[in-house]
């Protein structure tokens, strides 16, 4: 029951309009235009590519930190 409560944090509506939240930042972003952004952050930290649901907790907040530092666009949800 948990895990079904997780997930339906981190998604919201279908999945063309998935929803991540970032715990770290207290917002949410819309994943299809995250993908991008997380190869991205895999090049760049010269991470093997890995689904991000399956990196572990420190990976995913490295992830959602080096984000907040190149957010340039307007796929961003506060809320």
Not at 1 to 8: D, Q, T, W
Not at 56 to 77: E, F, I, M, Q, V
């Amino acid at each position: 029951m948990a895990a079904v409560f997780a997930a339906s944090l981190l998604t919201a509506g279908c999945a063309d309009h998935a929803r991540v939240y970032d715990p770290y930042h207290r917002d949410y972003h819309a994943w299809a235009g995250e993908s991008g952004y997380y190869v991205q952050w895999e090049n760049d930290t010269h991470r093997n590519h890995e689904d991000f649901d399956r990196r572990n907790d420190a990976d995913k907040k490295a992830y959602w930190d080096w984000r907040h530092s190149h957010d340039h666009d307007h796929d961003h949800d506060q809320q």
